[in-house]
């Protein structure tokens, strides 16, 4: 059978780095494809190039069989290619049913707005997949699943023939995930070709016919059917085989709780939350999006402050009521969105790591201390085996990994008693998700009390000794990570 | 859409709460000549404003050579009249608006190829049209503005006499303020150009994978502002009667103001012509209301920046407001 | 070299292209008039025009370096002038010429404590109420305004004591400006606070990303506050020099220099969207612009085609910065192969 698309010897480079080398790609119509790789492998340059965004430097791109030369964005989705990016790509402030109808009255080009109809080729993309939102809702107000539909309605406006989806369960919960991968397969049994780009492994097996992994650029290889185990798949990815180091307590029993949290409540956010945790001690928080995990953290760390409950660390009441009061206090935070909320991007990787101290590295003066602030530099950029040549370049020019590494490492230079981390691995690779875990044990060696939150339940399962289960605002059930398993976890959570 | 009405709504209960005080104070306030005059004087900003809300729809900062633009157009507009000894409005406005959307376009050809934000190219073609006016112009006054601006500024439409034999009636500046805003309303809400500038003023990235022809979108947003520049310059030299090459500028940051108090964001991809017509109308109000109280003209500017500090203050504590009341999570066992 | 000093050198680098334009300007100015441009009676009239928009452009600046702008800051120097020439003439008893120390001093003292407090106002609406700068701060200039013109009922008020306007007009050093001897003290000043101080490296850093300053312990308000509170003090500082330059005081002095300073910072490679700008650099863009404006002065050029010319200029170097693909005029020099450059050995991030 004829591949609906066909990948010949694909090159392309950026200012003299090679993003891809000699790739060769094919997808089957009614066949999902898995694409995999770390960041900066080349999978986003690979879809540019597929979409038309922008063209390859050399190497063959067949539709059908057909030659496709320097196409642009809409001769590919004539050819029925379209993308689902990662961002989805809406206009928050327009409508379900413009933001599904608008490319296509576009496409034809339409000068006056028919409201009538656009809610119509709105409605009946959205029946093709079963979608049932109302289509003069604003975008911006609706939850992420409910966006992403749109995008995948967006799609169904013209003749789909391939979609690629572009991590597109980075921001979902997990029944809203599920929905999205049957829909997947529905879409494959209509004899749609997909490209399926992800992260997370238990998806692949899920869903895949077979994996193409990009390593540096190239492809190094694909698997298909019995192939597609866990194992496998990593091994392919790093190109070796990565065991996770389970995460074992050493707590002392006769010492006294590190933070101890009791009926602590806030109106539309949580209620009831009471819990201890001890030195030593990796508490995991397992919930999906929007089950009050995120907004426990919140308040612990006086961001968005409880409105009644208590809070004692150490032994000592001690009320949050802003970040000061909790950083005061000894409670670091690693927020859950790196780029927006943890690093100033054009700064200097030094200035990341000292902004949580920097009012400490005064000298005898009022004037920060230069020598002592290039000294912590150096120390934690040590400490950390961060990859930087010169302390002054900006965070940004460094790898998801090691802007990871500043993020936390910015936290640890308050040698904080209680470290709470929000999906310290979103985005991460494999190989630098395993020092990220190194990092967090030690800490919890070293006596402090570590609450980790995460989507994954593998992480969690490897990486803590107890877990709150939270769901509607509260915390469900608190179990010992050794009398259950991530898939059973990842079944608790699911469930909720 | 829920928002807008909302901002909208407040916007009318503060005019009808200004309105009554007003009234109560001086019942000349609601007669019928009060009232046209309040139009007749709030039409050249009303019409900028149309202008400044498609910039601000569009995204990014603020356009501010409007008055710049308008005060050129204007100036060659009665230059040209005179010229050819009379002619007629009907030619005025054709020389401004063309004259104006050229001047608007390079507004939006420096933004789409350089980009930069609208505040600094607009600042430096300000700058560059006001400055090249008064060399050009000498700053010479025009006190003599030809016929056809009286007969355009005098026509008066439900013309009645009044208590004291003057006769008043609706100006035509506002009937072309409101044809304006019909323009603009229709291009915003009923064609694909108009759900194109929000777009680009939702994520102008996204718009582009749909396929919206940014350059396009941005080229027609600028030159329409220049041509509904040069209209308002047509329309203010009709109601002074003289072309005074400094006699618009600095009205900018009030138009501006009155935009976003009717509830245009200055992030972009919001807006309506109906909010900015009550933003427009509540500081025409506030400058007709201080004349009624017999309050020195000197207060004009001093009420302005309170009804603007007051205005957006109440605007954010709404918002901080909701944020606080949003709900995050739905909280089992918690009543709604 | 200590790791995290940036040697002398280097730093230099970075400022070459301001300095070559600079040096252009001089020259050309110097050939176009010449005999009279580098007269040290015009260099001493240029050290003495510097100081009201160099301070401005640095006040600017501050407000640019945490994302903000300050479009009051020209109507504050007023204000702060004319409530201290009202303070002076009401403690006189209407004869502000003869006012002794005490009752000067005591005067600028409620000026600026008036300017302090719209300052206060300012920050309150931009860090408790999340206004927009670029709103709250137009809110303010028209309530300035205003409130300029009903002190003083549009009239102009003059006729100040020897001690004001040698503020502005004097000099005690040779022949060295007063004003220009402020000037470089409040640079030295603002050095320390900005490049040296936890204050400055927290408006950096909340200028760069304010959700990420938030979560990181600095407490985002009082910066701002303290932001703002600064800028109004250097607009202050701008008052009462231009009373003594002036002997006057009027509502909209100078009121076109706001779009100069936005121009200052534009060319002194400020980030307007805050976090990046450095104050030499700032410096240097205001004493190119006061060297343009002086020698086109001295030209005998209608004061409008300088209207005109800071536009070209924007346009200009918005155009040449942008034609070297980088969106700063230092990417202007380096491709005319001065100064080094550091940005081109960083890795880019991809997309």
């Keep these: 059978m004829q591949p609906f698309l066909q990948l010949d010897g694909i090159s392309k480079s950026f200012a003299g780095v090679h993003a891809l080398v000699d790739v060769d790609l094919t997808v089957n119509s009614g066949e999902i494809l898995c694409l995999m790789g770390e960041n900066g492998s080349g999978k986003s340059t690979l879809i540019k190039i597929v979409s038309g965004v922008q063209p390859q430097d050399s190497g063959t791109i067949r539709v059908e069989g057909q030659d496709v030369r320097d196409a642009t964005t809409a001769e590919m989705i004539r050819h029925g290619i379209q993308v689902i990016y990662q961002d989805l790509s809406l206009m928050p402030n327009l409508t379900v049913a413009e933001n599904i109808a608008m490319a296509r009255t576009i496409r034809e080009g339409r000068r006056l707005v028919r409201w009538g109809e656009m809610r119509q080729i709105a409605q009946e993309a959205m029946d093709r997949i079963g979608a049932k939102i109302d289509p003069d809702a604003t975008v911006g107000d609706l939850p992420v699943g409910l966006q992403q539909m749109v995008a995948i309605c967006r799609a169904f406006t013209s003749d789909l023939r391939l979609l690629i989806l572009d991590e597109p369960t980075a921001s979902l919960n997990r029944t809203e995930i599920e929905h999205l991968l049957a829909l997947v397969r529905e879409m494959k049994d209509r004899g749609i070709a997909i490209i399926f780009i992800t992260h997370k492994i238990d998806e692949v097996i899920d869903v895949a016919d077979r994996v193409t992994c990009l390593r540096d650029g190239r492809n190094v290889g694909s698997l298909t059917g019995e192939e597609l185990t866990y194992d496998r798949i990593v091994e392919l990815m790093t190109g070796r085989e990565v065991v996770p180091v389970p995460f074992v307590a050493r707590i002392d029993p006769t010492q006294a709780p590190v933070l101890s ?28 999006l929007g089950s009050g995990r995120t907004e426990i953290a919140k308040a612990l760390f006086g961001f968005s402050p409880a409105d009644s409950g208590e809070i004692r660390i150490g032994g000592k009441v001690q009320p949050i009521r802003n970040v000061r009061e909790a950083v005061a206090a000894g409670i670091a935070y690693v927020p859950e969105n790196r780029l927006t909320e943890g690093l100033f991007l054009q700064k200097a990787v030094g200035d990341n790591l000292v902004s949580n101290v920097i009012d400490d590295l005064t000298g005898r003066g009022v004037l920060i201390d230069e020598d002592r602030k290039a000294a912590m530099v150096a120390e934690w950029i040590g400490a950390l085996s961060i990859k930087v040549a010169d302390p002054s370049a900006p965070v940004r020019s460094l790898s998801g990994g090691n802007q990871q590494r500043v993020v936390i490492g910015k936290w640890l230079t308050r040698r904080p008693k209680v470290l709470i981390l929000n999906g310290p691995t979103v985005g991460v690779d494999i190989a630098a998700k395993a020092y990220i875990y190194e990092i967090v044990h030690n800490l919890a060696h070293e006596g402090a009390g570590v609450i980790l939150i995460s989507d994954e339940a593998p992480e969690i399962v490897n990486n803590s000794n107890r877990i709150l289960l939270v769901r509607g605002g509260r915390v469900q059930r608190e179990l010992e990570t050794r009398q259950t398993s991530a898939q059973e976890l990842h079944r608790m959570v699911a469930a909720s | 859409m829920k928002l807008f009405q909302r901002s909208e709504f407040y916007l009318v209960v503060l005019i009808a709460l200004i309105c009554i005080f007003i009234t109560s104070q001086n019942p000349n306030f609601l007669t019928l000549q009060n009232l046209y005059g309040v139009l007749r004087s709030a039409s050249v900003n009303g019409i900028f404003a149309v202008g400044v809300l498609f910039v601000l729809i569009l995204g990014g900062t603020p356009d501010v050579s409007f008055p710049a633009i308008a005060q050129v157009t204007q100036y060659v507009a009665v230059l040209a009249l005179i010229a050819i000894g009379g002619g007629n409005i009907a030619l005025a406005f054709a020389i401004a608006i063309v004259l104006g959307a050229v001047m608007g376009a390079l507004n939006g050809i420096i933004i789409q190829i350089f980009r930069v934000t609208t505040i600094v190219v607009t600042i430096a073609t300000f700058n560059l049209y006001f400055g090249m006016l008064y060399v050009l112009s000498r ?95 047509i329309a203010h030299a009709s109601l002074v009667l003289s072309a005074i090459p400094n006699s618009i500028v600095g009205v900018e940051l009030e138009v501006i103001a009155a935009v976003v108090l009717g509830g245009a964001s200055l992030f972009g991809g919001k807006g309506t012509v109906t909010g900015t017509m009550l933003g427009v109308l509540l500081f025409a109000i506030l400058r007709n209301g201080l004349v009624l109280l017999n309050i020195s003209s000197y207060w004009y500017d001093v009420t302005i920046g309170i009804a603007i500090i007051l205005g957006m203050s109440a605007n954010a504590w709404q918002q901080l407001r909701a944020r606080r009341n949003q709900v995050n999570v739905a909280v089992e066992g918690e009543a709604p | ?234 607009a202050a500082l701008t008052g009462f020099i231009m009373m003594g330059q002036f002997n006057s005081v009027k509502a909209n002095y100078a009121e076109s220099y706001v779009l100069v300073t936005v121009l200052a910072c534009f060319l002194g490679g400020i980030n307007p969207f805050g976090g990046d700008g450095r104050l030499s650099g700032i410096v240097l863009a205001a004493v190119i612009l006061q060297t343009i404006s002086s020698g086109v002065n001295l030209l005998g050029v209608d004061p409008f085609f300088v209207t005109a010319m800071w536009g070209a200029i924007i346009l200009i170097v918005i155009a040449v910065s942008h034609l070297t693909g980088r969106h700063s005029i230092q990417a202007m020099i380096r491709a005319l192969g001065l100064g080094r450059d550091k940005a081109a050995a960083r890795p880019e991030t991809k997309e």
């Design chain 3, 1 to 234: 070299m200590k790791p995290g000093h940036k040697p002398f050198l280097q730093r230099l680098s970075a400022d070459a292209p301001l300095l070559f334009i600079l040096i252009a300007m001089v020259v050309l100015m110097a050939l176009l008039l010449p005999g009279r441009f580098l007269a040290s009676y015009n260099l001493v009239n240029l050290a003495n025009q510097l100081p009201v928009l160099a301070l401005l452009s640095i006040g600017m600046m501050v407000s640019m370096l945490s994302g903000g702008i300050n479009l009051a800051i020209v109507a504050a120097a007023n204000f702060t002038g004319i409530v201290t020439a009202l303070t002076m003439d009401w403690l006189t008893g209407g004869a502000a010429a003869t006012a002794g120390l005490p009752v000067i001093l005591l005067s600028m003292a409620v000026g600026l404590a008036a300017c302090m407090v719209i300052a206060l106002l300012t920050g309150f609406l931009i860090a408790w109420l999340e206004i927009p700068p670029i709103l709250a701060t137009l809110g303010v200039m028209m309530l300035l305004d205003g409130l300029s013109i009903v002190m003083t009922r549009g009239y102009t008020l003059s006729g100040f004591p020897p001690f004001v306007v040698e503020i502005g007009n004097g000099s005690l050093f040779w022949a060295i400006p007063n004003a220009f001897v402020i000037l470089v003290l409040v640079i030295l000043a603002l050095h320390f606070v900005l490049n040296r101080s936890p204050f400055g490296f927290k408006l950096y850093m909340l200028g760069a990303n304010p959700r990420a300053a938030e979560y990181s312990n600095i407490d985002t308000r009082m910066v701002l506050m303290k932001q703002y509170a600064l800028s109004f003090l250097l």
């Design chain 2, 139 to 233: 700053g010479d006054v025009l006190f003599e503005v030809p016929r056809p601006f009286h007969d355009f500024g005098g026509t008066l439409l439900f013309a009645r006499e009044g208590a004291n034999g003057a006769v008043y009636g609706l100006s035509l500046l506002p009937v072309l303020w409101l044809a304006v805003m019909i323009v603009g309303w229709f291009i915003l809400r009923r064609t694909m150009l108009g759900r194109s500038i929000f777009a680009m003023g939702g994520d102008e990235v996204s718009a582009v994978r749909i396929g919206v022809n940014t350059f396009a979108v941005r080229l027609f947003v600028f030159s329409f502002v220049g041509a509904l520049a040069g209209i308002a310059g």
């Design chain 1, 261 to 288: 949290v009791r009926n602590l409540t806030k109106r539309h956010n949580f209620a009831d939350v009471t819990f201890d945790l001890y030195p030593g001690e990796i508490l995991g928080i397992a919930g999906l």
